[in-house]
């Protein structure tokens, strides 16, 4: 499916008119009837409020993931307050592309040279002032192999490890991912036990 699908696909599921979806996501509800029609593409920042709406990531509101799983919570050191600023979510777009593009090994004229899309396309993505298509989403998160919510700031990079876990856990059914899930939130309640023991100093006898 694709994005217009998705999304009609969500907001019925959600039992929402059009009007009132727009009104959820601040845009009018002609933008709404456009995005479903596909005429019409979201910009980054609607995006991510879709996403975040619906509680499922962006890979999925475009159609790179097969299934709809849930958007990681919002914790830590992740970009969710800047959101509302195009310049900064533009400038975390270009950090992140770069940060890619050094990961790979390439530089920056290699990317430009490689990517279909262009070089003063990528130029333009790679100095915090253009605005991707869900198109250039995709394929940017393909040829840089990573996610396209890293690309938008809303998840950290994974590496091979956790590709493999993620991969295993898909894999497996439903009772043995509850299994792995429950197992999962014992070691993080040793893990800070111990970490807040070590931090307790020890007593002098007395």
Do not use: H
């Amino acid at each position: 499916m694709n994005f217009g699908q998705i999304l009609k696909q969500l907001r019925i599921t959600k039992g929402l008119t059009q009007n009132e979806l727009a009104k959820i996501l601040d845009v009018s509800k002609s933008n709404i009837s456009k995005y479903e029609a596909g005429s019409v593409e979201p910009n980054m920042s609607v995006l991510i409020r879709i996403s975040e709406y619906f509680e499922v990531s962006v890979d999925c509101l475009l159609g790179k993931n097969a299934k709809n799983e849930s958007a990681p919570e919002k914790e830590n050191n992740f970009f969710f307050f800047f959101f509302d600023n195009e310049n900064l979510l533009r400038d975390i777009f270009s950090k992140r592309i770069r940060t890619a593009i050094l990961d790979m090994g390439l530089t920056e004229e290699d990317f430009k040279a490689a990517i279909s899309f262009g070089s003063k396309k990528a130029s333009s993505f790679l100095s915090g002032e253009g605005e991707p298509t869900a198109d250039d989403l995709i394929e940017l998160s393909q040829f840089l192999d990573t996610s396209i919510d890293y690309l938008l700031g809303q998840t950290p990079r994974i590496g091979n490890v956790e590709k493999k876990l993620l991969n295993t856990f898909v894999s497996l059914n439903t009772d043995n991912k509850d299994i792995l899930i429950g197992k999962a939130k014992e070691l993080l309640k040793e893990q800070r036990y111990e970490s807040v023991a070590a931090d307790v100093p020890l007593q002098k006898a007395k």
